[in-house]
Each structure stands twice: as C-alpha cells, then as structure tokens.
C-alpha cells in the first residue's frame, strides 16, 4: 500500500531564516506531488504541485520553492521566512491524471517568530 | 477563478441525526467531486468521491451529486460524536484540486 511521509510534524523558526520541508511517498511510481499551505482556520491553498521529476508549478507568487530531485521526494523550501508564513503545511499525492484523489501526509506546523 | 463555496458553520445535530452538508462550484467542466474530513489539527482525510451525477453511499455516507446545478452534498447518517469535524468539499480541475474552506460540523450527544 502508498504511504507519505512529511517532517518534521512542528517546526519554529525566527523571520529572515531558511526552511527546507521534505515529503517522500512509498508504493506507488510517478505520482503528482503538491504542497499546500493552511492558514489557521482557513481553507487549503495550493503552493506547488508537480507531473515528474524536475517539473514545477507554482500557483501563487511568494517567497518558497519547491523541487522534486527524485520520482518520489517533493521539497518546499525557502531562502528567508516571513511571518506571513506561518501556517500547516501539507504534503499530498495522487495518482498520475487527471480527477485523482489526494492523498495527505500529517503536515508540518510552521511557527515564524 | 475556479471557485468552491461551502457554509462554513458549525452546523449541529443530535446524535443520531442525518448531518446534511453542501458544497457549489463555479466551473461546468468539472468532472470529480471530494470529500474530506479533517479533526482538528490533523491533516484531511479523504471521505468520499463522486464522478457521476445521483447518489453514492459508503456505509453511513452518502455523497450527492448535480451537475446541472454544480451542486454536490455529504449526507452523515445516524450522526455520532466522533463525526464532529470539519468537512471539506474538493472539485477538480485537470490535476489539480480547489477546496473550499470548509464546514465545522458538531455532533451533541
């Protein structure tokens, strides 16, 4: 059966530091990978999701990126953390397609102080 | 702009009660339908899906869905507490998903 898993589960970071938060999903091949951010109390926003290795695509202008090295790895990093990027963030796959189910990993909370 | 709209609550019910919760969609194209469950502080969990317009159940859930109306609804029958989350409509859009923010559903025992 698929697995995904994401660490870590909290993290509290000072503004103007770096972030690199990493998902790898297990039994499954070329799955599409995405990352969403959770605002407390809010709904779910796309960040990025990927088709394939090396293939990026960022829904909302911002200060992360992301990259996905291998078939089943997706990393969303940042360079220099503003508050405004406090949230959960959520990594989830699905099945190559389109109109797939996604499926999630148990987040990270994000703290910036 | 691909839109989700759902009343964000809390909707209360009886245990035992059917829970009723909807979801309306702005773009005709779309082809399938989610539902999630997420306690709090937890990530969503997937429910249930719908391609096709009518009822589908799963045990004590039943998703409905109309197309013509971009209309699609979570019906929870004989309600328990552990039922009490928030649920998440989720329509696609080629490989992507639009979720909607969310109804706070309480079950009362």
């Known amino acids: 059966s698929q697995t995904i898993h994401q660490w870590p589960a909290t993290l509290v970071q000072p503004v103007g530091s770096p972030l690199s938060l990493e998902c790898t999903v297990e039994g499954t091949s070329n799955p599409n990978l995405y990352w969403y951010r959770q605002a407390a109390g809010r709904g779910l926003q796309l960040l990025f999701y990927s088709v394939g290795i090396g293939q990026i695509s960022s829904e909302v202008p911002q200060n992360l990126s992301a990259s996905r090295p291998q078939d089943r790895q997706f990393i969303l990093s940042s360079k220099k953390l503003l508050l405004s990027d406090s949230g959960f963030y959520l990594c989830?796959?699905?099945?190559?397609?389109?109109?797939?189910?996604?499926?999630f990993g148990d987040g990270t909370r994000l703290s910036i102080l | 702009q691909k839109e989700v709209e759902q009343n964000s609550g809390p909707l209360s019910v009886p245990e035992g009660a059917i829970a009723s919760l909807n979801c309306t969609y702005s773009?005709?194209?779309?082809?399938?339908f989610f539902w999630y469950r997420q306690y709090s502080g937890k990530s969503p969990e997937l429910i249930m899906f719908i391609y096709s317009n009518g009822d589908k159940e799963d045990g004590r859930f039943t998703a409905q869905l109309n197309k013509a109306s971009q209309y699609v609804s979570l019906l929870i029958r004989d309600s328990q507490p552990s039922d009490s989350a928030t649920y998440l409509c989720?329509?696609?859009?080629?490989?992507?998903?639009?979720f909607g923010a969310g109804t706070i559903l309480r079950v009362k025992s």
């Open positions: 989720a329509v696609e859009y080629g490989n992507k998903l639009v």
């Open positions: 773009d005709r194209g779309s082809q399938s």
């Open positions: 989830a796959w699905s099945v190559g397609g389109n109109g797939q189910p996604q499926h």
